[in-house]
């Protein structure tokens, strides 16, 4: 295992600026979008003290966002999604690790575009592999983000790299990925390692049917028509099996129902059955992590983003959930992304007061992915000059 040096934040004079943007994704790391936007904020206000706490929502970026609030970076090899060995990070702080799927499972590690193939046979074997190190390294208490993942296999994979054995009828183990669901017969847990589990998901969809894992998510991850029947099968499968393996008690309902049991092709259903877990909605367990009510105390703005500010930022993600803290402690907030879609009026509504995007000085969206850092030192630049930060000026003296 590979120890690297994470970040850190100094302290803060009163009446500071918060940055807190996630990624633009394709383009730019949380960290970066937080450095080019206060360089580009810099240039025109030189003197208003900034704070930057990149952040994220569970999925890609979360361990990048937690590195640079201070946790340590650690990095070590495990199975990726396909078999092959990838070298994964997650971050720790004291007794608590935060593991993001993605790292190991995620949809990225797969060596070219996702297809039916590696839909049917991707698993989350990697991500139980992190944790497991994690907990070797020390750590007492998993955070586990949920997204960007490749695989459909309901956690299985997740609960072989914790040391449980799923075996077909001849006590073999059955083949990775959601195809190999199929055959289960028998989950053995008596030597898997168990440690407490918060899941950080913005995914509400349960395991099985129409609002399911593998019909939702499976064709986003290369799954045809015949595929997905597959994994549907295969989570049907595992779905009982654990229920009778697990002695699940029928008055605690059935957990494959429970919203955000299909996050991460399943593996949300895996951590609740298995692990126990309870799932969050990702971006306020970050914040929490993030001690982000103690950064907001005397802020006089916000500035959080994303790579797109549309309808789905309304679901859970991280601007939204930055403008909800914000909120509370009575802190006005501006967003920057990418491209926007969302009316003013409606991005009002969710507590953001005003947006920048990249296409209001770029208007090719292949230009503004390829040039995002200076494109949005520029636009930090212009929300600089704006009526916002003039009143901040006014509010000072």
């Given at each position: 295992m590979i120890q690297v040096r994470g970040?850190?934040?100094?302290?803060?004079?009163?009446?500071?600026?918060?940055?807190?943007?996630?990624?633009?994704?394709?383009?730019?790391?949380?960290?970066?979008?937080?450095?080019?936007?206060?360089?580009?904020?810099?240039?025109?206000?030189?003197?208003?003290?900034?704070?930057?706490?990149?952040?994220?929502?569970?999925?890609?970026?979360?361990?990048?966002a937690m590195v640079a609030a201070g946790y340590t970076r650690l990095q070590t090899t495990v199975t990726g999604p396909l078999g092959d060995k990838v070298v994964a990070s997650f971050a720790m702080r004291d007794e608590t690790a935060v593991i993001e799927l993605a790292e190991a499972s995620g949809l990225r590690r797969l060596p070219g575009r996702p297809t039916s193939v590696s839909a049917l046979t991707a698993t989350s074997a990697g991500t139980g592999e992190l944790v497991r190190t994690a907990v070797a390294g020390g750590a007492k208490r998993i955070v586990l983000g949920l997204g960007g993942s490749a695989c459909t296999d309901g956690g299985a994979g997740l609960l072989a790299g914790l040391g449980a054995r799923l075996l077909d009828a001849s006590g073999q183990p059955i083949p990775p990925g959601g195809i190999g669901l199929r055959h289960l017969s028998r989950i053995d847990t008596s030597e898997m390692l168990r440690v407490p589990v918060v899941v950080a998901s913005d995914v509400d969809n349960p395991l099985l049917g129409p609002r399911g894992a593998a019909a939702v998510y499976g064709p986003q991850k290369g799954a045809g028509a015949g595929a997905v029947r597959e994994l549907e099968t295969g989570l049907a499968r595992f779905a009982e099996i654990a229920r009778r393996d697990l002695r699940a008690d029928p008055l605690a309902g059935d957990i494959a129902a429970?919203?955000?049991?299909?996050?991460?092709?399943?593996?949300?259903?895996?951590?609740?059955?298995?692990?126990?877990?309870?799932?969050?909605?990702?971006?306020?367990?970050?914040?929490?992590?993030?001690?982000?009510?103690?950064?907001?105390?005397?802020?006089?703005l916000?500035?959080?983003?994303?790579?797109?500010?549309?309808?789905?930022?309304?679901?859970?993600?991280?601007?939204?959930?930055?403008?909800?803290?914000?909120?509370?402690?009575?802190?006005?907030?501006?967003?920057?992304?990418?491209?926007?879609?969302l009316t003013r009026e409606t991005l009002r509504r969710s507590g953001i007061e005003d947006a920048f995007a990249l296409t209001d000085i770029e208007p090719d969206p292949e230009v503004c992915m390829a040039q995002a850092a200076p494109l949005l030192e520029q636009l930090g630049v212009r929300l600089a000059g704006s009526r916002h930060f003039a009143e901040l000026s006014r509010n000072s003296k």
């Open positions: 970040g850190g934040r100094k302290g803060w004079q009163e009446g500071h600026v918060l940055i807190a943007p996630d990624k633009f994704k394709g383009s730019l790391t949380a960290p970066q979008v937080a450095a080019h936007l206060a360089a580009g904020l810099r240039q025109v206000r030189p003197d208003l003290p900034m704070v930057s706490v990149p952040v994220a929502d569970g999925g890609d970026g979360t361990v990048d429970r919203a955000g049991a299909g996050a991460a092709g399943g593996v949300g259903f895996a951590a609740l059955a298995f692990l126990g877990a309870h799932i969050e909605p990702g971006i306020r367990i970050l914040l929490q992590e993030l001690d982000f009510d103690r950064l907001l105390s005397g802020a006089r916000v500035v959080t983003g994303e790579g797109s500010l549309d309808e789905q930022s309304l679901h859970g993600k991280a601007p939204i959930g930055v403008a909800r803290a914000a909120a509370r402690a009575e802190v006005p907030v501006l967003a920057v992304c990418g491209r926007r879609t």
